[in-house]
């Protein structure tokens, strides 16, 4: 069986890089434990001087499109690009998690 590739998104400009890190590691750990495969847009993106906001978008979109599910980290309402990224996964009709929905059937599966 294969494993369900996930997105994972949140509230990442604006809060220091080692909180944001921290904070998606966490998240990215729990779901890789409920066999999930994690695209974690902290990791999937080189930080370097000069690169844009919509540089790391243009790469989070890319992987989005490749993920059957999202997984809403809380905060991700005060984000635009967490919103863009829901807006996008709404459309593409994926399975939506919110991290505080623990009756999600897809989620708690077995």
């Given at each position: ?27 990215e750990f729990m779901l890789r434990v ?14 370097r001087e000069g690169k844009t906001w ?57």
């Amino acid at each position: 069986m294969s494993r369900v590739k996930i997105y994972l998104f949140g509230k990442i400009s604006g809060v220091p890089l080692e909180e944001a890190i921290k904070k998606f590691d966490h998240y990215e750990f729990m779901l890789r434990v409920n066999g999930f495969e994690v695209v974690n847009p902290l990791t999937i993106n080189e930080v370097r001087e000069g690169k844009t906001w919509i540089d790391y978008m243009k790469t989070d979109i890319l992987e989005l499109f490749q993920c059957k599910a999202i997984y809403m980290i809380k905060d991700w309402q005060q984000s635009v690009g967490a919103q863009i990224e829901y807006e996008i996964a709404k459309n593409l009709g994926l399975q939506i998690i919110d991290e505080n929905d623990t009756k999600n059937s897809f989620f708690h599966r077995g």
